[in-house]
């Protein structure tokens, strides 16, 4: 119908055309349109079979082609098959075939470009996920649910890492002859600095072409155990009963006291000892009323023996009572901490030290708070003597610290490495909360534990040979040689006044 030239009957009136309808009688087009009459019977005759026509193509699509087509959008899919919209639903009911919701037709039309179930496990096999994300161009969630529909196991974090190093390790492993002849005239430690390894994957290579070799880390633990078992005859050694079925490396029923000893690159992430990894034991532990040591081959073996000694009663016991408490020189304290303390000398501005028979016992160093500024103080570092056991030296210590100045807030933090610190609940303070595991980067052919804090991304670039700034700081460390692995947590401890 042309609205502007044909005259038209509506209600009775009869008008020039319906735009001149629609202006006399201010009703809408679609109700004009729907109540009229021509007024000219030839007209009626004239646009009769005027606009869209269904059109039907010679040959129907069959069900297989329409299913192979359809993915959610009628349109896209009529077109292609060559047919109307109209066809394609009169087809899609005849063939009853269910229309797909708009959420899996967008995922559907998303999921065209995925590659085979091959092609993927072969990338994973060799490459993170971050590298495969970059290489489809894709989205973490897309590439989970492709992961989903093929059933591909996700290893766990740090799977990608151990894959890589184990790559590697393969490409530069020496023959049987070649590394036989270099293992009579050199150590392990300096055939790992030649072939850019691990000590341990050294021993690897030995032990799978069947020469015989000691791991240095075997040897360690043995020796520890041997210490042990002479300060008390009821430790043992590879006890599965405890926290079945892990392992603890000793074990003290009597005392109960369990120690693990570490060697760091076989605990750490490479090595697929997740964040959980050692919190998981000690918690275990702890459920049970024992006491877990957890020992990396990087500490202080003396320092160890010292802690084990005081946790099996072996120290010589000295009462606080007994002794002169004063604040004592920086350089002192230092000093002290460095001699006795696992994590050696830390700044402060007070240092307070307790003194028997003239002979520094105790010392502790406090500092204005470094993370959390709603309280005063920090008790940084707490040490006493290693040949000793100071009973009430520590609450000695912060009384007079207290008193001196007017302190009305306290936090302080216990390495669950190596105890609770419930000595600090004796001296009236609270504990609020355990932190979550800490981290610790260490290189491939060095047994020094670095703080995550010295290799925070912003720092890297100057820190490293080989820094992308593309990739994550853990991405970096891996990528210039080196590891991280995770402690216990801390526990942490705050005191009101």
Same mark, same amino acid.
């Given at each position: 119908?042309?609205?502007?030239?044909?005259?038209?009957?509506?209600?009775?009136?009869?008008?020039?055309?319906?735009?001149?309808?629609?202006?006399?009688?201010?009703?809408?087009?679609?109700?004009?349109?729907?109540?009229?009459?021509?007024?000219?019977?030839?007209?009626?005759?004239?646009?009769?079979?005027?606009?869209?026509?269904?059109?039907?193509?010679?040959?129907?699509?069959?069900?297989?082609?329409?299913?192979?087509?359809?993915?959610?959008?009628?349109?896209?899919?009529?077109?292609?098959?060559?047919?109307?919209?109209?066809?394609?639903?009169?087809?899609?009911?005849?063939?009853?075939?269910?229309?797909?919701?708009?959420?899996?037709?967008?995922? *559907? !039309?998303?999921?065209?470009? %995925?590659? @085979?179930?091959? +092609? #993927?496990?072969?990338? $994973?096999?060799?490459?993170?996920?971050?590298?495969?994300?970059?290489?489809?161009?894709?989205?973490?969630?897309?590439?989970?649910?492709?992961?989903?529909?093929?059933?591909?196991?996700?290893?766990?974090?740090?799977?990608?890492?151990?894959?890589?190093?184990?790559?590697?390790?393969?490409?530069?492993?020496?023959?049987?002859?070649? *590394? !036989?002849?270099?293992?009579? %005239?050199? @150590?392990?430690? +300096? #055939?790992?600095?030649? $072939?850019?390894?691990?000590?341990?994957?050294?021993?690897?290579?030995?032990?799978?072409?069947?020469?015989?070799?000691?791991?240095?880390?075997?040897?360690?633990?043995?020796?520890?155990?041997?210490?042990?078992?002479?300060?008390?005859?009821?430790?043992?050694?590879?006890?599965?009963?405890?926290?079945?079925?892990?392992?603890?490396?000793?074990?003290?029923?009597?005392?109960?006291?369990?120690?693990?000893?570490?060697?760091?690159?076989?605990?750490?992430?490479?090595?697929?000892?997740?964040?959980?990894?050692?919190?998981?034991?000690?918690?275990?532990?702890?459920?049970?009323?024992?006491?877990?040591?957890?020992?990396?081959?990087?500490?202080?073996?003396?320092?160890?023996?010292?802690?084990?000694?005081?946790?099996?009663?072996?120290?010589?016991?000295?009462?606080?009572?007994?002794?002169?408490?004063?604040?004592?020189?920086?350089?002192?304290?230092?000093?002290?901490?460095?001699?006795?303390?696992?994590?050696?000398?830390?700044?402060?501005?007070?240092?307070?030290?307790?003194?028997?028979?003239?002979?520094?016992?105790?010392?502790?160093?406090?500092?204005?708070?470094?993370?959390?500024?709603?309280?005063?103080?920090?008790?940084?570092?707490?040490?006493?003597?290693?040949?000793?056991?100071?009973?009430?030296?520590?609450?000695?210590?912060?009384?007079?610290?207290?008193?001196?100045?007017?302190?009305?807030?306290?936090?302080?933090?216990?390495?669950?490495?190596?105890?609770?610190?419930?000595?600090?609940?004796?001296?009236?303070?609270?504990?609020?909360?355990?932190?979550?595991?800490?981290?610790?980067?260490?290189?491939?052919?060095?047994?020094?534990?670095?703080?995550?804090?010295?290799?925070?991304?912003?720092?890297?670039?100057?820190?490293?040979?080989?820094?992308?700034?593309?990739?994550?700081?853990?991405?970096?460390?891996?990528?210039?040689?080196?590891?991280?692995?995770?402690?216990?947590?801390?526990?942490?401890?705050?005191?009101?006044?």
């Amino acid at each position: 119908m042309n609205y502007s030239i044909t005259p038209i009957i509506f209600r009775d009136t009869q008008y020039d055309s319906v735009k001149h309808a629609i202006e006399s009688t201010g009703f809408s087009r679609y109700l004009i349109k729907k109540e009229s009459k021509y007024v000219n019977p030839e007209d009626e005759q004239k646009f009769t079979n005027s606009g869209r026509h269904r059109v039907v193509p010679d040959r129907l699509p069959s069900k297989e082609e329409v299913e192979r087509t359809y993915d959610g959008n009628v349109r896209t899919a009529a077109r292609l098959l060559g047919v109307t919209e109209r066809v394609m639903k009169d087809l899609m009911n005849q063939y009853d075939i269910e229309r797909i919701p708009l959420n899996q037709a967008i995922i *559907l !039309k998303s999921d065209k470009d %995925r590659p @085979s179930r091959e +092609e #993927l496990v072969d990338w $994973y096999n060799n490459s993170s996920v971050a590298e495969i994300l970059k290489h489809y161009s894709i989205g973490y969630d897309k590439l989970m649910r492709w992961f989903d529909q093929y059933g591909i196991e996700k290893r766990h974090r740090g799977g990608t890492q151990s894959i890589k190093h184990s790559n590697r390790h393969d490409s530069v492993k020496p023959s049987y002859e070649t *590394l !036989k002849d270099e293992y009579e %005239r050199h @150590s392990i430690h +300096e #055939l790992s600095l030649k $072939y850019g390894v691990a000590k341990p994957v050294v021993s690897d290579w030995l032990t799978s072409y069947g020469i015989y070799v000691s791991t240095n880390t075997s040897r360690a633990e043995n020796e520890l155990f041997e210490y042990c078992k002479s300060l008390d005859e009821s430790f043992v050694q590879h006890n599965r009963s405890l926290i079945s079925p892990l392992e603890l490396d000793i074990v003290s029923h009597k005392h109960k006291l369990a120690i693990e000893y570490c060697g760091i690159y076989w605990h750490s992430e490479t090595m697929g000892k997740d964040r959980s990894y050692h919190r998981n034991k000690y918690l275990r532990c702890r459920e049970l009323g024992y006491k877990l040591l957890t020992v990396f081959e990087s500490d202080d073996m003396n320092k160890i023996r010292a802690l084990i000694r005081t946790h099996v009663g072996e120290n010589q016991r000295i009462y606080a009572r007994k002794t002169t408490v004063s604040c004592i020189d920086s350089k002192i304290a230092n000093q002290f901490h460095r001699d006795h303390h696992l994590s050696n000398a830390i700044g402060g501005s007070v240092h307070i030290g307790l003194y028997y028979d003239n002979n520094l016992v105790m010392v502790a160093t406090f500092s204005k708070t470094r993370y959390n500024k709603k309280v005063a103080y920090e008790c940084a570092r707490m040490t006493s003597h290693s040949k000793y056991t100071i009973v009430g030296g520590a609450s000695r210590i912060f009384k007079y610290f207290f008193n001196l100045c007017d302190v009305e807030s306290c936090v302080t933090y216990a390495d669950l490495r190596f105890g609770e610190g419930g000595v600090y609940e004796h001296c009236g303070f609270v504990r609020q909360k355990d932190s979550q595991p800490n981290y610790f980067y260490f290189n491939t052919n060095q047994l020094l534990l670095e703080s995550r804090v010295k290799y925070q991304k912003h720092k890297l670039k100057k820190l490293l040979d080989n820094y992308d700034d593309s990739i994550t700081e853990y991405e970096n460390m891996i990528k210039n040689g080196y590891h991280r692995i995770y402690d216990c947590g801390n526990a942490v401890y705050l005191y009101y006044k």
